[in-house]
Each structure stands twice: as C-alpha cells, then as structure tokens.
C-alpha cells in the first residue's frame, strides 16, 4: 500500500511514527524521573529525616534519664530547680521530636510502634510528675521505687525506638529497592524504543535514499554515539526547518531525557552500595563488623587450605574502658574507640583485616609466612606493636584517659578447624591474658578450654547463687580491746555450694565483680544483715565492706538509704569499709559519695591500710572516721621486726590525726597486748572469735557477757 503513495506522503508517515516513538520515549523517561524523585524525595523526607528524628529521641531519653538521676541525688533548693529545669527542656524536646515523627508518613507497624512508644512515654511522664512533685524529703524517700519503675519505663522506651529505628531501616531499603526497579524498568523500555526507532529509520533510509540519505546517516550516527554513551555528541541538523530538523531537534529532547534518566538510575545504584556498606561496616569505626569478620576468616582458610600458608587470629578487648564510659560519658567512649581504631591501623603494616566484633573488641586476621616458630614470631612482633600504640593516654577534652588492651592469639590451622572455633581459640587465650595481668598478649593452649568451662560454671553457679540468695552474710566480732567489749560485727560473705561446698570468698566475689552482679549483692548482704542486727543491742554497729565498682556510681548513696529506710536500721549504725584500690579510679566522685554517705550519719573505714599507694594523700584529700591496718603485718608483728615498726608507725600517725584504728587478723594474746599498749582501740581476728551466722550471734553475745562477767568477779 504504501509503495503507491508519493515520496512526500511516505516521508510525512514515517515521520510521524518516528514521532511517536520519540515522544514515547521522552514520556516513558520523564515519567521514570519523576517517579526516582518522588522516591528520592520520600527518602530523604521520611526515611533519612525520621532515622535522625528517632536517634534524636534516643538521646533525649538519655538525658532525661541522668536528668532523674541528678534530681534524685540534689540536695539544695539551687540544685533541685536545676535538675527539674534540665528535666522540663528536656522533656520538650522529646514531645517536639514525637510529634515532628507523628507527621510524617508511617506504614501500619511504624503506627503500632509508634503509639508503644508513645504510651510509654507518657506512662514515664506520670510517674516523673507525681515523682518530682514531691517534697524534697519524700522524694528522696521514694526515689528508689521510682528509679525502678523509670529503668524499666527507659528500657522499654529503647527498645521501642529500636524497633522503630528498624522499621524505619526496613522502609528505606525498600525504597531504593523500587527506585532500582523503577530505572531498571525505564532502561529496558527506553532501548525497546530505541529499537523501534532505529529499525523505521534503517526502512526510511531503504525507501527515500535519494531524498534523506545524508541527513538521516548523520543522525543516525550521532545517536549510535549517544547509545554508546557520549555526552558530548553534536546532533547533526539540528538547525533546519523541514522535517529532518524536526526530527534532529526531536532527538536533542531525547537525548537530555536520557542523561537525566542515566543520571538518576546512577544515583539508585550509588545509594544501593552505600546502604550495603552500611550493612558490612561498624558505624562508628568504619572498620569491618562481625559478618564481614567470618566472610574473611572463611576466605582465609579456603587460601590456606593446601597447607603453604597460615595466618592468626588476635582477639582485642580493651582494659578499663568500662570507667571511661561511666565516668566520661558515651560520647567520651566514642572517641576513645575512633583514636583507638586509628593506633591499630597505624600498627599494622600490611592490609590484614581488621574488625570491631563488639563494644570494646577488635579482631585482626594476619597472613603469616614460613611455619614454626616464625609463625609465632610475626605474631608476637604486632602483638608488641599494638600493646605500644594503645599504651599512650588518650586526650578526651581537658582530660586525658589511659586505657589498656589484653590479646589472645589463635594459629591456623593448630588451633581450630573452621572460623568459630579458631576464634573461640583466641578468645580464651585474651581471657588468659587478662587473668595474666592485663596489658599483654597470650597464645592458645589446649588447657585453655578446661579453664573455661570451669570458669563458665563458676559463673554459672554464682550468678545462681546471688539470685537464690545462697551466699549468707556471716559475722566477725569487733572487740574494744582496753574492755574486752564488743562494739560491732563486720559483715563477711560466705558461701557453700551444694556440689562443690565452701567456696572462699577470694574466689566468688571477683567474679560476683565480673559478671556486674556486686551492686545486687550488696545491697542484698546490706539488707540482710541489717534485719538480722536489728534484733541485737542498740549499741551495736555493722560494717561492710564496699567494692570499688560502688564508688564510681553515683546511685550508690541512694540504694544505700534505700535499704536503711526499709528496715529501720540507723545510718548511725552501719560504717563502711573501702580500700585504696577503690579510690584510684576516680577520686573526685568518690569523695563525693563518701561526704554524701557521711552527711547521713554512716561512718567510712579505710580498710587494710599500709599495703597502698597514696594512703597520706587519702587520708588529707576525705574524712575518714577510722583507719584499719592490714592483717599482713599485725600477724607477723612477733617474728617481723619490720612489720612491728609500721604498725607501730600507722598507730602514731592515725592518733596525730585523731583517727581510731582496728586491727585485722589479731590471733594471739602477745599482739592484742602489743596493740593495746600502742594505742590500738579496735582488735579483730580469731582471738576473739570467727565470722558466725546471724542465728548464733546472740548466744555469743550473751556468752561474751557471762565471761566478762566472771572475769570481773574474779
């Protein structure tokens, strides 16, 4: 049909189908541009702004959490109005970023998350009103309860800005999923037209060749280039007012439609790899995470499988960096885990992977060369590299915070059989370094798994042991020696395990320390022995000894009343015992808790005085109401001339210093007369009696009595 129409009519149809598949294409292009910018829109509008919007509420929920905690422990009029001033901005902060999210756009399960966070947000608001809106006496009073319930209202709070924080994740993941798609699409539709078109050209060329053979091969050139992807391409005739310049300029619509199109499919795929990156790497270091870590231990030991290579495992954790969140704040831990990922990257001189699996732990793969005692060797070299890199300070604003690392190392393929057990190897040999002492590095060894899973079920039974209650608080009599009379008791842990019986308390009350569990324990002991004494002689007082962990948190004078309050045991009462050890840490918050303790009317110890480092400073820098000199050297006073002459030395200067002293370990007549001579008032030891369980204290009691009775008769 179309070979009787003239040449002009055949040129008008082709050019008008070569029209249409243009003008299909710059539709099919525009509509996928508007289609990516729409999603790029919803990414960066909801996604990106509400992932910002709930990290910002999680760290308002922080802050008004130490906010409670602050107003909790004021005393002052000046402090309680700013703690609730902290507390109400911080509060309005929150409800802005809530209802910043309540207006964005939501799927069904951000909605339900949503509103459970909601819900326990305001839960947490009424109780905090009703809380705060106490007198200052009667919240103090019932700061504890309140503390309980806030824990577990901030803790379901965190949870719920998680799942939310996950969901929110999910969404975005989802979106660059369809922009993929929707470029993807758009690709394919867009050289479908570019088919077409290029097939009715090559026919217009055939039938016309007389008439449009130049013009159309010039364009038909400059589009090839363009498929090819030059940006740069000229189109030809484009300057002409006949058909074939409609169709050049045609092509020129086309051709910015197509860098738009390329330009935003490029966008999708470079947001796609940076979400996968995301999803590989720790946010914070940038290093490598735990997923990645086993990809690259399986690759290193399918490369080393023939047996011509090997490589080790070095498993990190850092020493004392628990105290740098606690003391520093988060924010202060962040840095100090950036400096630090820098100093291990420094210390390592090849690619060797390196990965943060953890809070404070690293793992590095390291290829080795040469077999035996060489394998050990290349380990050993970084192991010392890193030990130096990490032994430096670090600078954390005015301050700066010393933190060490442990390092257990595992060798491939001696020490495991695939990438779990290799790297449970190296995490029991960094467990051995850091029983060695800290600051070092050991090797695997095959007694090492022994050694865990003792340790694992003693953790076992004392975690249960704490939770049942089993660990009984037993009593040692404290003796005025000029009298003979009995003042107090100290309060000492004892423990015997069904299968295992007595366990020394040498051994559980570290671990009771490693598993986090001594704030329960002692105010469990604390609560216990109080009841018990409450039953004895007014005069008589409780001591008890506190674990350094206890003077680095700031709760601990409130848990501490807490427990006073709820038996009706008076502050007058109770004195506790801390060591030297315990105020190495952190002088400054432990001098505030002890002048806190102190105010109450709970009096401070400084127990095994003589065997620290800093005792003069210690005794000039917090009031002490009394000082106790270590057992070691009142029980070798009669055979150690040495340890006589410091004991006596402690004497002089505790009374210089107008401060009583007990004695520890006071087992013969000879030395309890030696220290009553040189002023000693306290005695304490098997002389006069072992630690006893609350059911016999007051039949010794009441014996004590009958014997000093008959002595004075006598």
Same mark, same amino acid.
């Given at each position: 049909m179309l070979a009787s129409l003239s040449i002009r009519t055949r040129l008008a149809f082709y050019h008008s189908l070569t029209v249409a598949l243009l003008l299909g294409v710059c539709a099919v292009a525009l509509l996928g541009v508007v289609s990516l910018n729409r999603l790029t829109d919803s990414l960066d509008q909801k996604w990106v702004a509400g992932t910002r919007m709930l990290g910002e509420a999680a760290d308002l929920i922080s802050k008004i959490r130490a906010d409670d905690l602050q107003l909790a422990l004021a005393s002052g009029e000046a402090e309680i109005a700013a703690a609730l001033a902290n507390t109400a901005r911080h509060e309005r902060e929150l409800a802005a970023q809530r209802s910043a999210y309540a207006e964005l756009p939501k799927t069904v399960e951000e909605k339900g998350l949503f509103e459970a966070f909601g819900r326990l947000a305001d839960s947490w608001e009424a109780e905090?009103?009703?809380?705060? %809106?106490?007198? @200052?006496?009667?919240? $103090? #009073? %019932?700061?504890? @309860?309140?503390?309980? $319930? #806030?824990?577990?209202?901030?803790?379901?709070?965190d949870q719920a800005i998680v799942a939310l924080i996950d969901a929110n994740t999910r969404g975005a993941s989802a979106a660059g999923e369809r922009a993929r798609v929707?470029?993807?699409?758009?690709?394919?539709?867009?050289?479908?037209?570019?088919?077409?078109?290029?097939?009715l050209e090559g026919t217009l060329f055939m039938v016309i060749r007389s008439q449009i053979t130049r013009p159309l091969a010039s364009i038909t050139e400059a589009?090839?280039?363009?498929?090819?992807?030059?940006?740069?391409?000229?189109?030809?005739?484009?300057?002409?007012?006949?058909?074939?310049?409609?169709?050049?300029?045609?092509?020129?619509?086309?051709?910015?439609?197509?860098?738009?199109?390329?330009d935003a499919h490029r966008a999708a795929e470079a947001s796609q790899l940076r979400a996968q990156a995301l999803a590989r790497h720790d946010m914070l270091t940038g290093l490598a995470n735990r997923r990645v870590l086993f990809d690259e231990l399986n690759k290193a030991i399918a490369r080393t499988a023939d047996g011509s290579a090997s490589f080790a495992v070095l498993l990190l954790d850092l020493d004392q960096f628990k105290p740098v969140n606690d003391i520093y704040g988060h924010s202060a831990g962040d840095m100090v885990l950036v400096e630090i990922t820098t100093r291990l990257k420094g210390a390592l001189l090849t690619d060797d992977t390196l990965a943060r699996i953890g809070g404070d732990e690293f793992v590095i793969i390291l290829d080795l060369q040469g077999n035996g005692e060489k394998l050990r060797e290349e380990a050993i070299l970084l192991a010392e590299r890193i030990l130096k890199a990490i032994s430096d300070p670090v600078v954390v604003g005015e301050s700066q915070v010393e933190v060490g690392v442990s390092i257990g190392i595992a060798l491939w393929p001696g020490d495991g059989n695939d990438a779990e057990t290799i790297l449970h190897a190296a995490d029991m040999a960094m467990y051995r370094a850091k029983a060695a002492g800290r600051g070092t590095f050991r090797f695997y060894e095959a007694d090492m798994d022994a050694e865990l899973q003792a340790r694992t079920r003693l953790e076992s039974a004392v975690r249960q042991a704490v939770t049942d209650g089993a660990i009984e608080p037993y009593y040692q009599p404290l003796i005025e020696i000029a009298t003979g009379r009995v003042i107090?008791?100290?309060?000492?842990?004892?423990?015997?395990?069904?299968?295992?019986?007595?366990?020394?308390?040498?051994?559980?009350?570290?671990t009771i320390e490693h598993l986090g569990l001594m704030s329960r324990f002692t105010t469990d002991m604390l609560r216990r022995a109080c009841i018990a004494a409450r039953r004895w002689p007014n005069h008589l007082t409780l001591s008890l000894n506190v674990s350094p962990s206890e003077l680095r948190d700031a709760l601990f004078p409130t848990r501490l009343l807490a427990v006073l309050s709820e038996t009706g045991f008076s502050p007058r009462r109770l004195e506790i015992e801390i060591t030297e050890s315990a105020l190495l840490a952190d002088l400054d918050t432990a001098r505030d808790i002890l002048l806190t303790l102190r105010s109450i009317g709970i009096k401070v110890a400084l127990d095994d005085f003589g065997t620290g480092y800093s005792s003069l400073c210690h005794l000039r820098e917090l009031s002490l109401?009394?000082?106790?000199?270590?057992?070691?050297?009142?029980?070798?006073?009669?055979?150690?001339?040495?340890?006589?002459?410091?004991?006596?030395?402690?004497?002089g200067l505790a009374k210089s210093l107008h401060l009583p002293t007990t004695a520890e370990g006071v087992e013969d007549t000879d030395v309890m007369a030696g220290l009553g001579g040189a002023g000693c008032?306290?005695?304490?030891?098997?002389?006069?009696?072992?630690?006893?369980?609350?059911?016999?204290v007051m039949n010794w009691i009441e014996d004590q009595t009958e014997q000093q009775g008959a002595a004075k008769i006598a």
């Open positions: 905090h009103r009703a809380w705060s %809106a106490l007198p @200052a006496d009667a919240r $103090k #009073a %019932a700061s504890a @309860a309140f503390q309980g $319930k #806030a824990s577990s209202l901030y803790l379901q709070a929707i470029a993807g699409r758009s690709a394919l539709i867009f050289w479908l037209f570019i088919g077409a078109a290029l097939v589009l090839s280039a363009l498929a090819g992807g030059d940006r740069d391409v000229a189109m030809p005739e484009s300057r002409r007012h006949d058909e074939i310049g409609k169709l050049a300029q045609a092509f020129e619509v086309f051709r910015a439609a197509a860098f738009t199109l390329e107090g008791f100290e309060i000492l842990a004892r423990w015997t395990d069904v299968e295992n019986g007595p366990i020394s308390p040498d051994t559980f009350i570290p109401d009394r000082i106790k000199i270590d057992r070691s050297f009142v029980q070798s006073m009669n055979e150690d001339p040495e340890s006589a002459k410091i004991v006596h030395a402690i004497l008032e306290i005695g304490q030891g098997y002389l006069f009696g072992k630690a006893i369980p609350a059911d016999m």
